[in-house]
């Protein structure tokens, strides 16, 4: 049973920073490719960044780029989030989610597997 869980969100003022993390197991699962999306109330997910699990390749959607950053930690099969300058526009639910082989990486459809989720609020 894979599973994937986040953590690290929160509560920050305008112009702070959080870290997320996204720790996933299950079996032999091997991750193609890991990403976060977010989604606001009323609105649809959309693609934050993803990391390609074997070759570290990065992307990021022009709303953040600059201001959060995606590592991953293979020893730990752990994807984090870094995310600075935050913006009320930033505030929503983050989920990871997985893909296991090369997918529209901005798609969530094409992701198979899907943390539960975790609140980011930025506000004064």
């Known amino acids: 049973q894979v599973q994937l869980v986040e953590s690290g969100g929160g509560l920050v003022q305008p112009g702070g920073s959080l870290r997320l993390s996204c720790a996933f197991s299950?079996?032999?699962?091997?991750?193609?490719?890991v990403a976060w999306f977010r989604q606001a109330p009323g609105k649809e997910r959309k693609f934050v960044s993803r990391?390609?699990?074997?070759?570290?390749?990065?992307d990021y959607a022009d709303s953040v780029l600059g201001r959060f950053t995606i590592t991953k930690d293979n020893a730990k099969n752990t994807v984090y989030l870094q995310m600075n300058r935050l913006k009320p526009e930033d505030t929503a639910n983050y989920y990871c989610a997985a893909q296991l082989r090369a997918d529209r990486i901005t798609e969530p459809s094409d992701y198979p597997y899907w943390g539960q989720g975790t609140q980011v609020t930025v506000s004064s």
């Open positions: 299950g079996g032999t699962f091997t991750a193609h490719g």
């Open positions: 990391v390609n699990w074997s070759s570290a390749m990065k």
